[in-house]
């Protein structure tokens, strides 16, 4: 009797709480859905921003698709966001793991840590490409000739640059998830361990690692689908050059909407981006299973 009895009751607890979520599904139609609509249309029109839209089907999807100027942005996307995760990745972990601690001195370290993250791209990209300069940078005013290379004019080796800088400003934000992540595992893993005999190596591998899995998913979608976006850093320091070594797909289609005017074509490299990103968002969860909001203390 009283389970058919509490279950109404659960019910109607629970649909009063559905209106909490409006305000965030009205914001994300208005600001989400209905610009992406906007967009998917704009992709089958011609308009150079300022004149009479004109609608003309698929000629700016086969422009966007046939040209290899796409192609080459796209490979330097899948570039820079595989070098940027491979970077990021294993020093964000180890630093979250470190400045978890409680001990004082990390403390102080991890406000050291997270100040490029208050800092803006755009500032950020500034700073490094007065430090770069081969003639007036960091080389020069050390007397450092190994610094004092073209770093954002050689080709072979601007990329990685763009990816340290990249990882340098973005590091930071990931510390601080995996050291929220790490204060949620409880202490009486770590003590059960210590008394089985088993090192620092050891609990990372079998406690830390496997009880920051949903962490560690959040982290990647993040650094992964957040590399589609990396376009005022990109802008400021490189321009996209030299050549076409660092225009990114982001970048690509901002030249391509304010610098060759053809909005038709920008919009149809936005929703190739929208889709690369929902993929790889999706793909990504899929790595946490079918029940992605299940605690990472399950099987505790």
């Given at each position: ?96 793991v470190f400045t978890a601690g409680g001990q004082k ?196």
């Amino acid at each position: 009797m009283s389970t058919t009895t509490s279950s109404p009751r659960r019910a109607r607890d629970k649909g009063p709480s559905g209106w909490l979520a409006a305000p965030a599904l009205v914001f994300f139609l208005v600001f989400a859905i209905i610009p992406l609509i906007g967009v998917v249309a704009l992709s089958f029109t011609r308009w150079d921003g300022l004149g009479e839209i004109q609608v003309d089907g698929f000629s700016s999807w086969k422009t966007v698709l046939t040209d290899p100027v796409t192609g080459n942005a796209l490979w330097v996307t899948a570039k820079i966001m595989f070098f940027s995760f491979i970077v990021q990745a294993p020093i964000s972990l180890l630093l979250g793991v470190f400045t978890a601690g409680g001990q004082k001195y990390r403390a102080a370290l991890a406000v050291l840590y997270f100040i490029p993250l208050l800092l803006s791209s755009a500032a950020v990209a500034i700073a490094y490409k007065a430090l770069l300069d081969p003639n007036f940078g960091l080389g020069p005013g050390l007397g450092l000739p190994f610094l004092a290379q073209d770093w954002l004019g050689n080709s072979d080796l601007v990329l990685f640059v763009v990816v340290f800088v990249i990882a340098w400003q973005f590091v930071p934000f990931h510390t601080l998830i995996y050291q929220g992540g790490v204060r949620q595992i409880p202490a009486s893993f770590y003590e059960a361990a210590q008394i089985d005999g088993a090192g620092r190596v050891q609990q990372f591998l079998h406690i830390t690692l496997p009880q920051l899995k949903y962490t560690i998913i959040t982290s990647s979608t993040l650094m992964v689908v957040g590399s589609l976006a990396y376009f005022d850093l990109v802008f400021v320091l490189t321009g996209g050059g030299p050549g076409y070594t660092t225009r990114l797909l982001p970048l690509h289609m901002y030249l391509t909407g304010f610098k060759a005017n053809d909005m038709g074509a920008a919009s149809a490299l936005g929703v190739i981006l929208v889709v690369i990103g929902l993929g790889l968002a999706l793909l990504l969860q899929r790595l946490g299973g079918r029940n992605r909001n299940a605690s990472q203390l399950e099987g505790a």
